[in-house]
């Protein structure tokens, strides 16, 4: 589970789904870095992630961990991008049987998780299918 601070400074990503773009060879880094990993650039320009995309793996977690027992059993899944950029997260809003590889996801924003009852309520980005 992310801090508070470090949830803070995520938002951007977990919110607006933005990534950084090497100025120098183009390469996309998501979440965004300080050093370009293709070329070791250090100037990168904001964008937006494409908001869909194609399943490339999935999996059905069972056994989850603490904060997500709740949920369990649930879909994880990779998915390419539109924009090339390769994400993972949650498959929400679809039947296990319907899971496929090349299933078309968009990007939703939703609640992840909350800390208790008086808690902090985490929110982020999930795939549903189109």
């Known amino acids: 589970m992310p801090t508070p601070s470090r949830y803070w400074r995520e938002i951007p990503q977990r919110y607006r789904f933005e990534a950084g773009k090497c ?3 183009g390469y996309v880094c998501f ?3 300080l050093v ?3 070329c070791g650039a250090r100037e990168f320009e904001d964008i937006r992630l ?3 995309g194609s399943l490339v793996s999935f999996t ?18 990779i998915a390419d991008l539109d924009d090339g950029t390769r994400l993972t997260a949650q498959i929400v809003d679809c039947d296990f049987e319907d899971l496929k590889v090349g299933l078309r996801v968009k990007l939703e924003f939703r609640k992840i998780y909350e800390e208790g009852e008086t808690g902090v309520i985490y929110y982020g980005y999930k795939f549903v299918p189109e």
């Open 23 to 25: 100025r120098s060879c």
């Open 31 to 33: 979440p965004p870095r």
């Open 36 to 38: 370009c990993p293709r």
């Open 50 to 52: 494409a908001e869909a």
């Open 60 to 77: 059905v977690i069972r056994v989850a961990p603490h904060a997500f027992v709740d949920q369990s059993p649930y879909a994880v899944g």
